[in-house]
């Protein structure tokens, strides 16, 4: 998408246009984000449209690109308080990216909708341990789910906090000597199995017809 989307975009001779016309009416800081919004705009739209022939996937792209252009727009006023309230922004963040969840897993647009007005009016905190959710080929969610859940949760959290701060796993891991190594791979197998979902009524591959 960047190189066959992204960059002949934002480098036509259109945008090229509307940029200095940007810069020559909003600034030079707004004019030269503007561009890229617009660009971005397109990318996700694109995305969208990949993800399926439906208007809820559409809007779940679009939804991406606005949060992508508005980063852009307002980094500028931002990004003072970002860096001031690094935990607050990565958690208005993460919450952002949730609410786009709704448009892939809802069966339509209006159903996504309609799962949001539910989530805020109808929310029962008990559902959560009185078997309201469930896995598929599970009778239940017990302690154990929810122990994995936020296990996996603090990792990835762990994970990207630390890359961040310019630490990358992988290169770390492979500084380590090899029994480290040969450990920590032998764990990550044993965890496929052991805590990942085998059962038929998983379903497949979710990318496998695209």
């Not at 980094?75 to 931002?78: F, L, S, V």
């Given at each position: 998408m960047k190189d066959y989307v992204f960059y002949p975009i934002s480098l036509s001779k259109p945008m090229n246009r509307f940029g200095k016309f940007?810069?020559?009416t909003f600034g030079k800081q707004l004019g030269r984000a503007l561009p890229i919004a617009a660009?971005?705009?397109v990318v996700f739209f694109l995305v969208g449209v990949w993800h399926g022939a439906n208007m809820k996937f559409i809007v779940y792209g679009l939804y991406h690109g606005?949060?992508?252009a508005m980063e852009g727009l307002l980094?500028?006023?931002?990004r003072a308080w970002d860096n001031k309230w690094r935990n607050l922004a990565t958690l208005r963040t993460f919450l952002l990216i949730q609410i786009s969840w709704y448009f892939d897993r809802a069966d339509h647009l209006d159903h996504a909708f309609a799962l949001m007005q539910k989530t805020v009016t109808d929310f029962h905190i008990t559902d959560f341990w009185n078997g309201t959710l469930f896995l598929k080929g599970a009778n239940?969610?017990?302690p154990w789910f929810y122990a994995i859940l936020l296990a996996g949760c603090l990792i990835l959290y762990l994970v990207s906090y630390y890359q961040e701060k310019g630490m990358?796993?992988?290169e770390?891991?492979?500084a380590k000597p090899v029994a480290v190594r040969f450990m920590v791979y032998l764990i990550l197998l044993y965890a496929l199995p052991a805590l990942g979902t085998l059962s038929s009524s998983s379903g497949g591959f979710i990318y496998a017809q695209f």
């Open positions: 940007s810069r020559n660009a971005n705009l606005v949060l992508i980094q500028p006023y931002t239940r969610i017990g990358h796993l992988g770390w891991l492979c």
